[in-house]
C-alpha cells in the first residue's frame, strides 16, 4: 500500500542532480525511479538540473516540478566529465528552490549545482542528505583526477559535514565516508534498485526481432556492454576482447574513428525505454568498470543476462554477492578467454543467468529503496 508523507500537508522535496533524463546514466535513472516513486507516495517532488537538449523553464514532467538550467556541459564532450557550468543568474535562483523546499536530496558532491545548492541549504536552513552515487572516478587524465582530489578534499567535505544524512550506495563508498567525516553515525548505505516489470527475461521471438531492429546478429552468441565509451567504465579493455566466437554490442556511445572490427556492433546512445529489449536480447553482460558499480549490474541480472565482473574492489556490493555473476581480471587480460569458456556452455549460461534473476528479484527492488529513503527523510524533516 502506499504510504503517505508525515505532515498535514506533502512535504516538499526538492532533489538536485546535474543532469536528468535525456540524458542517459545510472545517476540518471536513480533519479527519475526516487522521484517518481515518491510521487506515487504523495510527496510534492520536484527536481533542479540543467535543461540538456531540452528548452530551459520550470514545467510539469510526468507529475513532477522540474526546473531546468541552460548549463554548458562542454568538459563531457572535450574529456569524458559531465559538469555543467551555469550562468551566475542561474544559480541565484536556485536560492528560491531551496527555500520553497521541506528537505533537499543532492546527487552527489562533485558537481557545481551540489555545491551551491548546499550553500542556499545552509543560508535558508533548509536540511537537506546527500546521495554519493560513486566514490573516486579513475579517469586517465591526470588533471582531471586532481581536480577531483581537490575537490573531494575541499568543497565536497563542506557539502557533507553539514548534511543530515549521507546516502551511498554501497559499502565500499561508505567506508571510505566513515573514515572522512566527523560523525560517521549519519552515513546509511542505500542500496539501488531495479524495476524488474520492465527488466525480465523475453521470448526467442521477442529477442530476434530485437536484435534484427539494431542490425545485430542474430545467429551468435552475443556479449553486452552498456556505457559510454569513457576509460571509468572499461571501453578499451571490452574492445580488446573480440572473439571468434561471439560479437559484443556496445550502448551508450558512437562507433570510434578506426575500430572497424565487424564483430563489435555500437547502436549509440539510445532511449531508456529501449533498453530492456535490448538487455534481453543478449546472452551475457559485461561490467568492466573501475571505482564504481553501475546500476547496469542490478538492471542484467534482473534480465536473467549471467554476468563478468571486473575484479574491482568498487564492485563488491550486495548485489554481486550472490549467484549470477564472475568476477574475472579484466586489467589482467582475461576476459576473452571467460566470454569464450561461457558461450561455450549455454545451459551453464543460462543457468547462471536465472539464479541471479531470482536472486535479485527477491532482494533488489525500488518499493525496498523508497521505503528505506522515506525512513531517512521522516528523521531529517
Known amino acids: 500500500m502506499a504510504t503517505s508523507a508525515p505532515h498535514s500537508r506533502p512535504t516538499q522535496v526538492l532533489h538536485v542532480s546535474n543532469q536528468i533524463s535525456p540524458h542517459t546514466g545510472g545517476l540518471e535513472t536513480v533519479v527519475a525511479a526516487q522521484t517518481h516513486g515518491l510521487r506515487d507516495r504523495g510527496w510534492q517532488v ?9 528548452q530551459p523553464g520550470v514545467r510539469d514532467e510526468d507529475g513532477v516540478r522540474t526546473v531546468r538550467m541552460r548549463g554548458w556541459n562542454g568538459l563531457e564532450e572535450r574529456f569524458g566529465v559531465p559538469f555543467n557550468v551555469f550562468s551566475p543568474r542561474a544559480l541565484l535562483a536556485m536560492r528560491g528552490e531551496v527555500r520553497r523546499a521541506d528537505i533537499v536530496h543532492i546527487h552527489d558532491v ?14 535558508e536552513r533548509t536540511p537537506y542528505v546527500v546521495h554519493r552515487h560513486v566514490g573516486v572516478v579513475h579517469h586517465p587524465i591526470a588533471l582531471v583526477r586532481l581536480a577531483q582530489w581537490l575537490v573531494l578534499g575541499s568543497i565536497a567535505r563542506g557539502v557533507l559535514a553539514h548534511a543530515e544524512a549521507i ?29 524488474g516489470t520492465r527488466f525480465r527475461p523475453s521470448s526467442e521471438e ?26 571509468k567504465k572499461g571501453f ?37 525505454a529501449d533498453m530492456p529489449a535490448v538487455y534481453a536480447c ?31 574492489p568498487a564492485l563488491r556490493s550486495p548485489w554481486t554477492a550472490g549467484p549470477g555473476v564472475r568476477f574475472v581480471d579484466m586489467a589482467g587480460g582475461q576476459l576473452p578467454e571467460a566470454l569464450r569458456k561461457l558461450v561455450a556452455d549455454p545451459e551453464a549460461m543460462r543457468e547462471m543467468g536465472a539464479e541471479g ?23 531529517v524533516v
Not at 561490467?287 to 542484467?300: Q, R
Request: a negative charge.
Open 167 to 195: 546516502l551511498p550506495i554501497d559499502e565500499n563508498i561508505a567506508a571510505g565516508l566513515r573514515a572522512t567525516v566527523r560523525d560517521p553515525s549519519r552515513v546509511e548505505v542505500l542500496g539501488n534498485g531495479v524495476d
Open 236 to 272: 578499451a579493455v571490452v574492445a580488446r576482447a573480440a572473439g571468434d566466437d561471439y560479437d559484443i554490442v556496445f550502448v551508450g556511445g558512437p562507433r570510434p574513428a578506426g575500430l572497424d572490427d565487424p564483430r563489435l556492433h555500437f547502436t549509440g546512445p539510445l532511449p531508456p
Open 110 to 123: 562533485i558537481y557545481l549545482i551540489s555545491w551551491v545548492a548546499a550553500l542556499w541549504c545552509r543560508l
Open 282 to 312: 543478449a546472452d551475457v553482460m559485461i561490467i568492466a568498470s573501475v571505482g564504481e558499480c553501475p546500476l547496469t549490474v542490478l538492471e542484467a541480472m534482473s534480465t536473467a543476462l549471467p554476468v563478468l565482473l571486473n575484479d574491482d
Open 206 to 231: 521477442e529477442r530476434v526481432r530485437t536484435r534484427r531492429e539494431h542490425g545485430l546478429p542474430v545467429d551468435r552468441p552475443l556479449a553486452l556492454f552498456v556505457g559510454r565509451n569513457v576509460p
Open 46 to 54: 520536484s527536481v533542479l538540473s540543467s535543461a540538456d537538449t531540452l
Open 357 to 379: 534473476h531470482e536472486y535479485v528479484r527477491a532482494r533488489f527492488s525500488w518499493q525496498a529503496h523508497l521505503d528505506q529513503l522515506e525512513s531517512v527523510y521522516r528523521s
